[in-house]
């Protein structure tokens, strides 16, 4: 149920036809993980609180960094050195008091990933293949959907996998690369922007499934920032 300070708080999206008061329950009885609590992962936080997700697993094992915070909208200059997960899990509660938030201070590897089974869906905001590869065969390995995100200077890609007949990252990208090969923010730079665009569209699409409603189904989704074109890849 929702208190009368809940009902309050969500009233406007309780308008809404398609959510109203048993949709505002179902997001509410949700257990949602976010792996990474950095530039995808601040905008997929703070959605996911402000509409009242009921239980948010926050899985960080880093530290706040100057060069962070052009784009970690969570975090502030006196934030440098804190680790993430504390200071995430602190403002996201006085964000909004009834969401449950719940510290993840590890890296996920085959030791820690089973923290995983402790929730609904997964919500891949982390920065190396290695980890990315590893969640999505946990989540299959769990049946849990995920909704993946990553960015690139001005571009962004989005998935939501394993769910609703949606395959996985294997289907697309059979083998992980070598990291190598791959290019990263912290090599080639990414507009703070983007990843607040691109955390809101999952913060989004996990609503969407949520809800049961209409979701990237076996669609990749690239989208530039620059000049707005989107390309959408079947899979």
């Known amino acids: 149920m929702l208190s ?6 969500y009233q406007k999206q309780i308008m809404l036809d398609d959510i109203g008061i ?28 402000s509409v009242g997700v009921g239980t948010i697993g926050v899985i960080d ?26 200071v995430a899990v602190q403002k996201l509660s006085f964000q909004n008091p009834y969401v449950k938030h719940v510290p993840h201070k590890i890296l996920i590897n085959e030791e820690t990933a089973a923290i995983l089974s402790e929730y609904d869906i997964i919500i891949d905001g982390c920065d190396n293949f290695s980890t990315r590869y590893l969640i999505n ?23 939501v996998f394993n769910y609703n007949g949606s395959r996985n990252l294997r289907d697309i990208f059979p083998d992980e690369p070598n990291p190598q090969d791959v290019p990263s923010c912290s090599e080639n730079g990414v507009l703070g922007t983007v990843p607040g665009i691109i955390g809101a569209l999952m ?21 530039n920032t620059e000049n707005n074109q989107q390309k959408k890849i079947s899979y």
Do not use: M
């Open 203 to 223: 913060a989004q699409q996990t609503i969407q499934v949520i809800l049961g409603k209409p979701s990237l189904v076996n669609t990749f989704l690239i989208y």
């Open 137 to 159: 065969d946990w989540c299959i390995k769990l049946n849990k959907p995920l909704v993946y995100g990553s960015i690139l200077a001005y571009e962004g890609q989005l998935a």
């Open 22 to 49: 048993n949709g505002q329950i179902k997001i509410k009885q949700t257990r949602v993980a976010v792996v990474g609590a950095g530039g995808l992962g601040c905008p997929v936080l703070q959605y996911l609180t």
């Open 61 to 86: 094992f880093d530290t706040v960094e100057e060069s962070n915070l052009h784009r970690q909208t969570i975090y502030s200059a006196n934030d440098v050195g804190l680790p993430k997960v504390d």
């Open 4 to 9: 009368k300070e809940e009902f309050k708080r």
